[in-house]
């Protein structure tokens, strides 16, 4: 894969303002400090579970800055936390979610990691594999139906989820039916703890757009400036009435898959240490200082205020209420009705 590493006379923005790349790289580093709580609290016995996105960051923040909240709508699967901050989902709304509070966006009943807000449009998550692919093409089947144009659905997924039957007859509805939506594939190169050449004979999963009659692209993951151009291309076709695409992001998942996730039980930490090499946090850090866009000074404080805001959530969100257990039967059948009884 080739590098992310650009020099000042390299560097490309792709029509982004300098606060617009400042503004990626605080969502790459607020995800990676986040998810580094996460861990912090699961070992400290305060929350039961958190899921691992490093690796990821360039991916969801590119993406991210190409998606348009409150207009587009996002089907995002468990590891998106970064492309979920990027569009505006909060760091207190994030440590609720860990927490399980009665203030969080379901009540504290979803799964950690498993966001929603209507405001930003962000659909709810499932934990299922490839489960989100049909809710997706849902949505996009009914902005194709009120002629909503201007708007598109952005769905991810990992490399797992390409083998299961839902993803394929979500791109094939969707290539029919020129559907308004673009599938980002995340390839970490693991399914869990199954590597990809065990999952597929064809590792390159664009190719498989052709299949299906739709554009297919592939990115290096671990550039956020290259995966924003892909996505906000294959966005703005979706919107104009171009129709599907079939994004693939080539990136790697340095930690265990969860918390509950061994991952030295199915790969060895010298090929982890190998792949950090492309870690894209510290790279697009040296790039926006060496082409001028931000100074040393300025990142060390922009990295301090994030742990700052880190660490005023963390307090905040864990000092609020748990769910009332005598509610626990509300907002799951309309009204009052209780057919158990």
């Not at 760091?91 to 930003?120: C, I, N, T």
Request: with cysteine.
């Amino acid at each position: 894969m080739p590098s992310s590493h650009t020099t000042p006379s390299t560097f490309d923005r792709a029509g982004l303002s300098g606060e617009q790349l400042v503004a990626m790289l605080r969502t790459m580093l607020m995800q990676r400090t986040l998810e580094s709580r996460g861990f912090q609290l699961n070992r400290q016995g305060k929350i039961p579970f958190a899921s691992a996105s490093e690796g990821h960051e360039a991916v969801q923040a590119g993406a991210a800055m190409a998606f348009v909240a409150g207009s587009d709508i996002l089907v995002p699967y468990y590891r998106d936390l970064g492309l979920d901050l990027g569009i505006g989902l909060s760091p207190y709304e994030v440590l609720l979610s860990l927490f399980a509070r009665a203030a969080d966006q379901s009540a504290g009943r979803q799964f950690p990691h498993h966001y929603a807000s209507k405001r930003l449009g962000l659909h709810t998550i499932s934990s299922v594999i490839a489960a989100q692919l049909p809710h997706a093409v849902g949505a996009a089947y009914a902005l194709a139906y009120r002629k909503e144009s201007g708007r598109a659905v952005l769905v991810t997924f990992g490399d797992g989820a390409t083998s299961e039957g839902e993803w394929h007859e979500s791109l094939n509805f969707s290539a029919v039916h020129r559907l308004p939506i673009v599938f980002l594939c995340e390839n970490n190169e693991w399914a869990i703890s199954t590597p990809l050449d065990r999952q597929m004979g064809q590792p390159d999963l664009w190719r498989r757009a052709a299949g299906y009659g739709m554009p297919g692209i592939v990115v290096n993951g671990m550039d956020p400036v290259a995966c924003y151009v892909a996505v906000r291309d294959a966005l703005d076709r979706a919107r104009s009435g171009g129709g599907a695409s079939l994004i693939e992001a080539k990136c790697y998942r340095f930690l265990s898959h969860t918390t509950d996730d061994d991952d030295r039980t199915y790969r060895s930490p010298q090929e982890v240490a190998q792949r950090r090499k492309d870690d894209p946090v510290p790279r697009f850090e040296e790039s926006l200082v060496a082409a001028g866009i931000l100074t040393s000074a300025e990142l060390a404080s922009l990295k301090a205020t994030i742990l700052a805001e880190t660490n005023e959530a963390t307090d905040r969100a864990e000092a609020m209420a748990y769910p009332k257990s005598e509610e626990i039967t509300t907002n799951v059948y309309a009204g009052s009705h209780e057919p158990w009884r």
